[in-house]
């Protein structure tokens, strides 16, 4: 299909191109600017992306978790096993919606993580336009379902701007969450701009909703204008931690992961080589350096790990099954065949977040705290339910990556960044059950859509120069097993684990362990150890050929440096937990220098990165209320949800204040008395111990002046409250920040205002 759209977007304004008289009669026929038609034949495109996904995950690819729905695509399309990510989910995201490398996107990391160097402000250039806005302004209908991690994160409240939210960068449609991760019991939503309020049903899951939403936009943009093609990019928060699944779909899996790690790495590898997906010749890599042996391990944490993993599985299958309703939905349209469904299972490999141990509330590791497997144990029949925000232990999520090494965050290997792709477009690919082993990566979704859509990459989209695509198109290899890549050098860097693929090799330098939160900040780039890995014969990484290659070795690393300086890589930084608060880090904020602010009643989902600072300092919070009776309830100010944060509120007329350190500690201060009828002044008066960061501090809860209770916080968290939840007045919209009420536990009375100050160096 020739590509004949313009190189300037948008298209010049309408100017009436006839003969004008002084009045109408006089003039030629009026005629209106007609809509802007696609290139002939444009096939629609459905993209789907699920989330921390290891290569050896789905029994499409020789995994463990049930997939029919990768099943029935790749038997009717094309299986890629040498597609590549970035090792981390805002990086990848951008690369894929824009076509250039994720520093070059200014995405060197998560959102909330973000400094200020040009590859890391996570920002994304307005040079670098998206897919969605290019295919909208040449006749496409889009939408975004899901996650969205590629927004500022002092840009997500209702303040806005919201250019570079999904609507602003080019999807006329948006529903999902503006987060790296998301609860899936009780989510915090938004269509387009607008809070989704929380659902009553008692079944609800994000995953179905997801689902639900996506089907529902498909089927009436198709009714209302049959002829137009449309983009839905549709992405799950699922299998990103929390690891949350129905009990129905959890009790599926009861016992099948009790043989271990070790044995379902074996095994994978074993249906992967029936499968094909890997060459008959590949080698099981040994375990990742720190991870332990499935035998070295006692009864109790066998059976704890065996069952989250279970809940993991049944996470896993619930989406693919959800996903294989939304390709349904698309089947059913009648220009199904002329779909293009790009399927990618993962925007990095399994996670290893979870920490050695497992994890029952992710927040720790961000906030720089590993979890012990023994507290974890007494939870182990509430997992994967609304309690928990749960995640496996690190050596699940390597073996999820079968048969490479690491995992997530490790950009130097296949572990962090070989992810499963499939292809089915049936007007267009013939070779149904193919696979295609060309070297791609993320940034060649891009130019493969532009090229089979007949559309021009522009030059200069709303005003703007555009840096060229820095992806290859791929689409030659539907119809050819053995053409050859037109990739020959990637390079990769995620917090300093880096590689670089040139023509057939890999250069990998391995950095930090990613179940290690924090990192010490002397070490040393230049005394990073490098492997050599020759992939025509050694598909897994296995052989390390560095001592046999010297020359070839520091041929590649000097290349690295060349990519390094080309797409914005330097400086190299390596912090880690410390670059989760925005503070610290300096990031714009719409507090600015205050250290006041009043909220009123109705004011919910305020994310923390427009939230007052109240970490590792002094704090008030004055609340002015007026009561029916002594027996009102309900949230007053909350902020945070069940992985940290506060809550002050009434139970049956008692002020109560609680302090969630982490989902660990819940110290609760609360009057023995109710509080009448009539207006009443609430103030909790918090004194900072001071001496570094998280460190404790005294608790005054005062009511109408009077101290009505007083203690300590032992520990207070350091980094972050919570990894999604913000600020809500007057109702708890989220997960609960101790599990005492139902919510989202709305007040009964009226709420005047709520006043916080915060008191820095205090």
Known sequence: MAAKTPEILPRPDFHFQGEVGRTFKDSDPATFPQPVQPPEGAPNIVLILLDDVGFGQFETFGGGVPSPTMDRLSKEGLRYNYFHTTALCSPTRAALITGRNHHSAAFAGITEAATGFDGYTCILPRSCGTVGEVLRQNGYMTAWIGKNHNTPTWETSAAGPFDRWANGLGFDYFYGFNAGDMNHWHPLLFENHNLVPASDDPDYHLTEDLADKAINWVRQVKSIAPDKPYFLYVAPGATHAPHQAPQHWIDQFKGRFDMGWDAYREQTMERQKKLGVVPKDTLLTERSRGLPAWDSLNADQKRLYARMMEVFAAYGAQVDAAMGRVVDAV???????????????????????????????????????????????????????????????SAWAHAMNTPFQWTKQVASHFGGTRNPMIISWPDRIKDKGGLRDQFLHVIDIVPTIYEVCGITQPKELNGVQQKPIEGLSFAHTFADAKVP??????????????????????????????????????????Q???????????????????????????????????????????????????????????????????????????????????????????????????????????????????????????????????????????????????????????????????????????????????????????????????????????????????????????????????????????
């Open 331 to 393: 089947k059913d349209l009648p220009d199904a065949d002329n779909t293009m469904i790009i399927y990618i299972a993962g925007d990095n490999g399994s996670s290893a977040e979870g920490g050695l141990e497992g994890s029952l509330n992710e927040n720790l590791f961000f906030n720089g705290f590993p979890e012990k497997w023994e507290d974890n144990l007494k939870a182990i029949d509430e997992l994967g339910g609304p309690k928990h925000f749960n995640h496996f232990p």
């Open 528 to 762: 990073q150890v490098w492997e050599l890995y020759k992939l025509d014969d050694d598909f897994s990484q296995a052989k390390d050929l560095a001592g046999k290659h010297p020359d070839k070795l520091r041929a590649l690393q000097d290349l690295w440096w060349v990519e390094a300086a080309k797409y914005n890589v330097l400086p190299l930084d390596w912090r880690a937990t410390i670059r989760m608060n925005a503070e610290l880090m300096g990031r714009p904020s719409l507090v600015g220098d205050r250290t006041r602010a009043t909220y009123r009643e109705g004011m919910v989902a305020l994310p923390g990165a427009a939230c007052l600072p109240m970490l590792n300092k002094s704090w008030t919070i004055t609340a002015e209320i007026e009561l029916e009776d002594d027996k009102s309830e309900g949230m007053i100010v909350t902020q945070g949800g069940s992985e940290g944060g506060y809550g002050l509120y009434l139970r049956k007329g008692k002020p109560t204040f609680v302090y969630n350190y982490l989902s660990k500690e819940r110290p609760t201060f609360a009057s023995d008395q109710p509080l009448g009828k009539g207006k009443h002044t609430l103030v909790v008066d918090f004194k900072y111990d001071g001496g570094g960061i998280g460190k404790g501090g005294g608790v005054t809860l005062k009511a109408n002046g009077k101290p009505v209770a007083e203690g300590r916080i032992e520990r207070t968290v350091p980094i972050q409250f919570a990894i999604f939840e913000g600020l809500d007045v007057g109702m708890d919209n989220g997960s609960a920040v101790d599990w005492t009420y139902q919510m989202p536990f709305k007040f009964t009375g009226r709420i005047e205002r709520v006043e916080i100050e915060v008191k820095p160096g205090k």
């Open 485 to 526: 890549s037109k990739r020959k050098t990637q390079y990769f860097e995620l917090a300093v684990n880096r590689g670089l693929y040139h023509d057939g090799w890999m250069a990998s330098a391995p950095s930090f362990v990613p179940w290690e939160p924090t990192r010490d900040e002397n070490w040393d780039p230049d």
